[in-house]
């Protein structure tokens, strides 16, 4: 009996493909819909409806069986509730990571299983290796499009039940390959950004679900250059939509968001790109997760990144005590920002990480 893989399909071409590259390869495909929200269906930003009809699309050509699921519910027990408190804490959390680790490597998983899959597959752009009994998450062939900073909090059971077929192949292979096999989508726009939000303006978006709360926005020497509206709808780094451009005392330089003083509802700003307050030569972080199951050594030669586009960063762990962990760089990283994640690499193995509580 052919292997059963069950493969998500997001009706982007990523996950088409991925679709169409192992029902080639002779297993028995299932695509997989997975609905995760429905606040706001029938708004101009929520595509689900196009993107369900182009899955089903794709699964018709290619000549597989297609089910759609609803994790909704899932999608905002599990991740968006802890999206918006770690907003309103003041942090920036990354949901896609959470969303990976909870719906579609746990409730996707667990419904492929019961479908009688035995893996599941992904567009995602990494790979997967088995080396000595363990699992190793891989980065992609594609740099450009790696996505294992995304997928760094699997662990053993997820990954050894995991495909990324497209993990040796570049984005510009894919198109074709999708146009070739007469793909509806093969032209298909990527999607970018938090899935749920789209394309809406982000403070528009988290104003409908929490609450404004303005303060001042002070520099690091505690002069007062404007107002913001709330802590919560600011990170670190932040250029756009401060709205102080005009300060007459102002070396001319853009102003870029620093700190945020929760105590007294304070956002710190200072102007030029290297300000020496956006500048880290070392984080601490919380809630490590190792896929191994085992931390990697203290004082060691590793590679990190505290955001998704960005390049490694050469580093060493400092200290580990239970889920805590210092890292410390050879160069100073910009804008490190709480509640994103920093994800460790030893070469092409993804290590795994931890979420940013600060840099230093």
């Not at 955001?307 to 990283?333: N, W």
């Amino acid at each position: 009996m052919n292997k059963r893989v069950v493969v998500g399909m997001s009706g982007g071409v990523d996950s088409s493909v991925t679709a169409l590259l192992l029902k080639e390869q002779g297993y028995d495909v299932i695509g997989l819909f997975m609905k995760n929200w429905e606040d706001d269906d029938n708004s101009e930003y929520c595509s689900s409806r196009q993107d369900l009809l182009d899955a089903v699309s794709v699964a018709d050509t290619i000549g597989i069986p297609i089910e759609a699921v609803n994790f909704a519910k899932e999608y905002k027990d599990r991740v968006f509730s802890s999206f918006l408190s770690e907003y309103q804490a003041g942090r920036t959390p990354n949901p896609d990571i959470l969303c990976n680790a909870e719906i579609k490597f746990k409730a996707f998983l667990d419904h492929a299983i019961k479908l009688g899959a035995d893996t599941i597959a992904t567009g995602h752009y990494a790979q997967v290796r088995e080396e000595n009994g363990l699992f190793q998450l891989l980065k992609a062939t594609d740099s450009s499009k790696d996505q294992s900073y995304f997928l760094h909090r699997l662990n053993q059971a997820q990954l050894s039940r995991a495909m990324f077929p497209l993990g040796k192949l570049l984005k510009s292979e894919i198109r074709v390959i999708a146009e070739q096999h007469g793909l509806c989508n093969f032209a298909k726009k990527d999607s970018t950004g938090i899935c749920f939000i789209g394309e809406r303006p982000f403070r528009e978006f988290l104003s409908g679900y929490l609450p404004t709360q303005p303060g001042e926005m002070r520099t690091p020497e505690g002069r007062l250059v404007g107002r913001h509206i709330g802590l919560s709808f600011y990170t670190l780094g932040q250029r756009q939509g401060l709205g102080i451009g005009g300060d007459k005392n102002s070396s001319g330089e853009p102003w870029f968001v620093a700190a945020k003083d929760m105590e007294h509802n304070r956002l710190i700003v200072v102007q030029g790109h290297d300000h020496p307050a956006l500048l880290s030569s070392r984080l601490t972080a919380l809630d490590a997760h190792w896929i191994s199951g085992t931390a990697p050594l203290l004082n060691h030669s590793y590679a990190a990144k505290t955001r998704y586009r960005q390049a490694d960063a050469p580093c060493q762990i400092t200290q580990l005590a239970g889920d805590h962990c210092s890292v410390s760089f050879e160069q100073s990283q910009w804008a490190v920002t709480p509640g994103q994640s920093v994800v460790l690499y030893d070469g092409e193995v993804c290590l795994g990480g931890a979420i940013i509580e600060g840099g230093i």
